[in-house]
Nanobody, 124 residues
Framework: QVQLVESGGELVQAGGSLRLSCATS????????MAWFRQAPEKEREFVAA????????NYADSVKGRFTISRDNAKNTVYLQMNSLKPEDTAVYYC?????????????????WGQGTQVTVSS
């Protein structure tokens, strides 16, 4: 299991921006696949975005395409999620997740490593 620590979540006004960070506690393999998920109160965890180790291959949920951007700095073992044009429905705890392969559905059950989450609240 890889230790992941999220940061950057806070309360913002609708239309604002935030950048979340996910730092690993130890070096990961070159083929490590990382993703962001989110979970609102009383709802199941849902996929947000994912990236390969190179940062070239990315995936986004339809609900965030054009607004969110995932990227990574491998020298710091850190993955970022730039969130623009935030909406109240983006309010959730955001989790960083990792798995060793790019293969497989983008569902929470297919990721074995998880951070503790960071709260993002968007007011209207």
């Amino acid at each position: 299991q890889v230790q992941l620590v999220e940061s950057g979540g806070e309360l913002v006004q609708a239309g604002g921006s935030l950048r979340l960070s996910c730092a690993t506690s130890r070096r990961t393999g070159s083929n490590t696949f990382m993703a962001w998920f989110r979970q609102a109160p009383e709802k199941e965890r849902e996929f947000v975005a994912a990236t390969s180790w190179s940062g070239i291959n990315t995936n986004y949920a339809d609900s965030v395409k054009g607004r969110f951007t995932i990227s990574r700095d491998n020298a710091k073992n850190t993955v970022y999620l730039q969130m623009n044009s935030l909406k109240p429905e983006d309010t959730a705890v955001y989790y960083c997740a990792a798995r060793p392969s790019v293969l497989g559905p983008l569902k929470s059950e297919n990721f074995g490593s998880w951070g503790q989450g960071t709260q993002v609240t968007v007011s209207s």
